[in-house]
């Protein structure tokens, strides 16, 4: 049975925001449902009682004082904009 | 073994250490070594392709500086800048203020960072020079650097096969004496695989010894910036520089940093050396193996005892990356929309419609790949299937490590299953891409140190990989046995023919 459909697929590219063709959404169908039946191996393991890990270290939330730093000027966070205006990154129109 | 070239000093085959101490004594310049280096990359590097940006004019300046410093009567050989004159090549995933960052992909085919990455703060101030900016996977997703916006790298050692990856780029520049050593990143095998396709030495340290600040997020947990280095001894300097807490990267690690050079001696009488079964598999590369066991033979003659061990869950280390790794990635990479860097398409009747259409021209194929893939695990009523589970059996993967090292000091296996494969063998097919990296994969899902170095050719002259995996924030015992089996051995000395 199919892991994935190209309907699923279609709605997963839009939650990604990324347009695929119709090619690339059958190459990807396959693709995916060849990957995903691979994982299903991990089916075999029982982890009823096992923690999930996110992450290796053991590190708590790291806190700063709240001081005011030099942080980066506004000329150079808008120097690799595509497109800007003034102090602003421009959009196409959002609100009609 | 191939002599360098002879109408000059063959300085681009130097080693760090080695560089440092003619540099200091005077016996070379600095401007002399990067000339070198320049002439070696006007004879290869139309073959290897292993650089995105070449960095020519500030590294001469940049050298003339550096011999000014090195020639002036106030100067002493204790001078505290390791790097002072010498020139290193940097993982085009890694942000210098200034130089163009592509991470080989289209969608940052222009992007110019406006700040340092801590790891080239810290070389800087070392005193390196900058050469250039190293081919990659698109986004350091790959084995093979085959993912590049910009063309393959192709392996020094085989022009028709692929360097590895996804620090391709670095490890053939290493390789083919185009630097004189490289950073990368490994997020599951990515600096181990490439520097074992390449036989040169590559080092991915403990998950949070080295800073993060500056390198292009792949996947969070896995990401570490490590060395591509000619000997065990360069990876070593160059840990010392690079390595140590960051307050920029809050989950770099707040634990002293020893100076790995000293644990470069060459006693390791009575280290307890694990070889794990689930290593040595049926399907691997027979001559990959007799390297294998060969190296292990050498390492207990230099007194090591070799200890058989299991870490039972190594077949679902894969499986557990792929899942993981894509979910990290498909959020981190939600970044890449069209407003504030990076490519936009031009023709747009709305923002959805500019976010979906600049993802669709500005990714290539791998990365929207693993994007789908990390999106559906990731997505409502499949988490807990996917997501989740890949969580908790990456705690048994984490175990079987913390396990096996109660009895043993440090672990040795094969870094690739097979040498380098041909460029284009693998494209068509993800998932026989993905197993490659089936013996690096496991360590990043756990977060210890481990090396990869030369120990062996096959019979068409490819080079083999040992891989040498030791406890969290021990690389000084990894980098000892390296070290040791390194000075016993001749095969990080030959050279590629080129």
Redesign the interface.
């Known amino acids: 049975m199919a892991k994935?459909t190209k309907k699923?697929?279609e709605h997963?590219?839009?939650?990604?925001?990324?347009?695929?063709?119709d090619e690339?959404k059958e190459t990807?169908t396959k693709?995916?449902n060849?990957?995903?039946t691979?994982?299903e191996?991990?089916?075999?393991?029982d982890?009823k009682d096992?923690?999930?890990?996110?992450?290796?270290?053991q590190?708590q939330n790291?806190f700063?004082e709240d001081e005011i730093r030099e942080s980066?000027p506004r000329e150079?966070?808008l120097?690799?904009?595509?497109?800007r205006t003034d102090e602003f990154?421009r959009?196409?129109?959002?609100i009609e | 073994m191939k002599k360098t070239g002879s109408s000059d000093k063959g300085l681009h085959t130097l080693t760090i250490h080695h560089a440092s101490e003619l540099l200091k004594s005077r016996k070379i310049s600095s401007r002399e070594l990067i000339e070198s280096i320049f002439s070696r990359i006007d004879k290869t590097e139309k073959k290897i392709k292993a650089y995105v940006t070449i960095t020519s004019d500030e590294a001469i300046k940049t050298s003339e500086e550096a011999d000014r410093i090195l020639h002036d009567s106030r100067f002493t050989i204790h001078d505290s800048r390791l790097l002072l004159g010498i020139p290193l090549a940097i993982k085009d995933n890694i942000c210098i203020d200034g130089i163009r960052a592509t991470c080989s992909s289209k969608i940052l085919e222009n992007f110019i960072p406006p700040y340092d990455s801590t790891v080239t703060k810290r070389l800087k101030d070392a005193g390196y020079i900058l050469l250039g900016k190293t081919n990659m996977d698109e986004f350091a997703m790959g084995s093979s650097t085959e993912n590049s916006a910009f063309g393959h790298t192709r392996n020094p050692w085989d022009l028709d096969r692929i360097p590895g990856g996804s620090s391709g780029g670095s490890a053939a520049a290493v390789a083919s004496d185009e630097c004189i050593a490289a950073l990368g990143s490994d997020t599951g095998g990515s600096i181990r695989q490439p520097a074992a396709c390449c036989g040169v030495v590559g080092l991915k340290p403990t998950y949070g010894r080295v800073s993060r600040y500056g390198l292009v997020a792949f996947a969070s947990s896995l990401d570490q910036i490590g060395t591509i280095t000619k000997d065990v001894e360069d990876s070593a300097i160059l840990m010392n520089i690079i390595g140590g807490h960051d307050p920029l990267d809050s989950t770099s690690a707040d634990i002293p940093l020893p100076d790995f050079r000293k644990a470069l001696n060459k006693d390791i009488k009575g280290l307890r050396v694990g070889i794990p079964e689930e290593y040595f598999i049926e399907g691997m590369d027979k001559e990959v193996e007799q390297a294998i066991r060969e190296a292990i033979k050498v390492i207990e003659g230099l007194g090591a005892k070799a200890v058989k061990i299991s870490l039972p869950h190594t077949g679902y280390a894969v499986a557990t990356y792929y899942i993981l790794a894509t979910s990290e990635a498909s959020s981190n990479l939600a970044r890449y929309d069209g407003v504030k860097y990076g490519f936009r398409t031009e023709k747009n009747n709305d923002l959805l419609d500019m976010y979906m259409k600049t993802r669709n021209q500005g990714f290539g194929n791998e990365v929207k790949r693993r994007i789908m893939l990390g999106t559906y695990a990731l997505s409502s009523g499949y988490y807990e299937a996917y997501y989740r589970k890949a969580q908790q059996v990456r705690t048994l993967i984490k175990k079987d490590f913390e396990d096996a090292f109660k009895g043993i000091d440090v672990i040795v296996t094969p870094t690739s299953p097979t040498p380098a494969f041909r460029i284009g063998e693998k494209v068509e097919d993800p998932l026989q891409m993905y197993l490659s990296d089936i013996f690096t994969i496991s360590v990043n899902l756990a977060g210890v140190p481990a090396i990869s170095i030369p120990c062996g050719f096959s019979s068409i002259n490819l080079p083999i990989g040992l891989q040498l995996i030791g406890r969290h924030f021990d690389e000084e015992t990894i980098l000892k046995v390296a070290y040791a089996y390194e000075q016993s051995t001749e095969w990080h000395k030959r050279k590629p023919d080129l």
């Not at chain 1, 997963?12 to 063709?21: D, F, H, N």
């Not at chain 1, 191996?41 to 393991?45: A, C, D, T």
């Not at chain 1, 120097?79 to 497109?83: F, H, L, R």
């Open positions: 994935i699923e697929v997963v590219s839009r939650l990604a925001r990324l347009e695929l063709s690339e990807f693709q995916l060849n990957i995903l691979y994982v191996k991990l089916n075999e393991l982890t096992v923690e999930p890990t996110s992450h290796v270290l590190i790291i700063k980066l150079r966070a120097s690799n904009a595509p497109d990154y959009v196409p129109k959002i």
